[in-house]
């Protein structure tokens, strides 16, 4: 006979198995979300394109680099749609792809600065 603490845990563990994910392309493709989060320049970046559409140039220029190394990061947060981009002419300017990306960097701002 199983004890009452047994059973309580065995309900526990059904309902948060319940709770997660059960595809893993999806465990994977969060990972992979969060790991574009793990490079400094990548989130100036995004902090800079949530204050304004920019440029290659104009991030740059804002972050001290040169435009290959921008554009090399540029590539990575497009390819995972965290930001998107317009052609306007020559330039290419670019922005925060929506909101779910600006709460991420909010929140994960207010936890560092709590």
């Known amino acids: 006979m199983e004890s009452p603490d047994a059973e309580i845990r065995e309900q526990r563990i059904s309902r948060i198995k319940e709770l997660l994910p059960g595809n893993e392309r999806i465990v994977h ?3 992979d979300f969060f790991k574009l989060f793990g490079d400094p320049t990548r ?3 995004l902090f ?3 204050a304004s559409e920019l440029c290659v140039g104009d991030i740059a220029a804002l972050l001290g680099m040169n435009h290959s190394a ?3 990061q540029l590539r990575l ?3 995972s749609r965290l930001i998107k981009s ?3 002419g020559k330039n290419v300017y670019y922005s925060i792809s929506d909101k779910h990306i600006k709460n991420v960097l909010s ?3 207010e936890h560092i600065q709590e």
Do not use: D, M, W, Y
Request: no cysteine; charged share 25%.
């Open 29 to 31: 493709e969060i990972a």
């Open 43 to 45: 989130i100036k970046i």
């Open 48 to 50: 800079a394109l949530g």
């Open 70 to 72: 921008v554009s090399h």
């Open 77 to 79: 947060l497009s390819r």
């Open 86 to 88: 317009r052609k306007t």
């Open 107 to 109: 929140q994960g701002f």
